[in-house]
T-cell receptor, first 114, second 110 residues
Framework: GAVVSQHPSWVICKSGTSVKIECRSLDFQATTMFWYRQFPKQSLMLMATSNEGSKATYEQGVEKDKFLINHASLTLSTLTVTSAHPEDSSFYIC??????????FGPGTRLTVT | DAKTTQPNSMESNEEEPVHLPCNHSTISGTDYIHWYRQLPSQGPEYVIHGLTSNVNNRMASLAIAEDRKSSTLILHRATLRDAAVYYCIVTTDSWGKLQFGAGTQVVVTP
């Protein structure tokens, strides 16, 4: 089946620094990718839709200046958490559709801000 | 997108079938029904999706009520690996963004 990878799988950073998370579709091209965030014992929350060659679309309540998304190519989207704070500590997951109806997810990136 | 309602949890014995219900009473005629599952500390995994007819794949079956206001995901023989949170999601198109609810926690006992 289709594969979506994320890097890094986990990261620890100091408060006030920025962290970049990469999402790659390994065996298909994706003009659209999605970014989610998941806090412990909660469901996934859609943060934004990443569009290749254009600006990302953010869900209501998600700060676009804090969560920078760049969809640089048909196989790569990046999420940069700027000026991270402890409350940004979470599990970040990306996904994409290789075919209609079947969204494939990356393994997730666990971010801890100290 | 139509809202879905699922039980919080369900328990099953290993090698027995599991029937997971989902209510989506406000679904429209062209909405798709999707099922995903998530194991602990992993990204979600696609299970199955359908529009009007029942669907089968190697993982599960999806039974859609005639009025489409509800559906049931059927795992034919539960294994310990099937213990996960199962999410039922309705979207307006097959490339649509997914809004996850609380899902159903499935517990499989040996």
């Amino acid at each position: 089946g289709a594969v979506v990878s994320q890097h890094p799988s986990w990261v620890i950073c100091k408060s006030g620094t920025s962290v970049k998370i990469e999402c790659r579709s390994l065996d298909f091209q994706a003009t659209t990718m999605f970014w989610y965030r998941q806090f412990p014992k909660q469901s996934l929350m859609l943060m934004a839709t990443s569009n290749e060659g254009s600006k990302a679309t953010y869900e209501q309540g998600v700060e676009k200046d804090k969560f920078l998304i760049n969809h640089a190519s048909l196989t790569l989207s990046t999420l940069t958490v700027t000026s991270a704070h402890p409350e940004d500590s979470s599990f970040y997951i990306c996904s994409a559709y290789p075919v209609p109806g079947e969204q494939y997810f990356g393994p997730g990136t666990r971010l801890t801000v100290t | 997108d139509a809202k879905t309602t699922q039980p919080n949890s369900m328990e099953s014995n290993e090698e027995e079938p599991v029937h997971l219900p989902c209510n989506h009473s406000t679904i429209s005629g062209t909405d798709y029904i999707h099922w995903y599952r998530q194991l602990p500390s992993q990204g979600p995994e696609y299970v199955i999706h359908g529009l009007t007819s029942n669907v089968n794949n190697r993982m599960a079956s999806l039974a859609i009520a005639e009025d489409r206001k509800s559906s049931t995901l059927i795992l034919h023989r539960a294994t310990l690996r099937d213990a996960a949170v199962y999410y039922c999601i309705v979207t307006t198109d097959s490339w649509g963004k997914l809004q996850f609810g609380a899902g159903t926690q499935v517990v499989v006992t040996p």
